[in-house]
């Protein structure tokens, strides 16, 4: 699972209704704060908007609980709260943010790791060309030296034997 190392946040979250509400709560504030921490998490399972505490394991309550310092009944509350204003679902025991990829534009993240990848692979695939061409003319090179070294010791054997160059 590819990490994904920012979050999108809309600058209008304030202006957001169903946010509104939230904060309009007594502990509104710790709504907004869960709220965050949960898109984080969304963010680090980088699975559609799952909430996972690793590949393909659903993060439970408890350990929810325990990342957000929040009594269980309190986060149940929250969670609750999230759920009836549609904000988060619960899909086979693991709870997902609702509308994930089109907020967070996973189709647009897909596409540039696509191209991430195809230009990496071409970078390799030139440097590996490069590194041969490289081997070849150093070789080349190499073979060069010898065959000027190897005349020179020729001359050099000619005209100890007394023959002119």
């Excluded at 010791?153 to 100890?160: F, G, M, P, S």
């Amino acid at each position: 699972m590819v990490q994904v190392q920012w979050l999108k946040v809309y600058t209008d979250i304030f202006d957001n209704e169903k946010m509104k509400k939230l904060l309009r709560n007594r502990d509104g504030d710790t709504y907004f704060r869960v709220w965050i921490q949960l898109l984080t998490l969304a963010a680090k399972s980088n699975e559609h908007g799952a909430i996972l505490l690793g590949e393909n394991i659903p993060m439970k309550k408890e350990d929810l609980a325990k990342v957000m310092h929040k009594t269980l009944n309190k986060l149940e509350k929250i969670l609750q709260d999230f759920y009836e204003l549609d904000m988060i679902f619960v899909d086979e025991d693991t709870i997902c943010i609702k509308n994930w990829d089109m907020y967070q534009s996973a189709d647009k993240l897909e596409k540039m790791q696509e191209s991430n990848r195809k230009r990496q692979r071409i970078f390799r695939e030139r440097h590996k060309n490069s590194n041969v061409t490289q081997m070849l003319s150093n070789t080349e090179d190499k073979n060069r030296e010898e065959k000027i070294n190897s005349r020179i010791d020729i001359k050099e054997q000619e005209n100890e034997s007394g023959f002119k160059d």
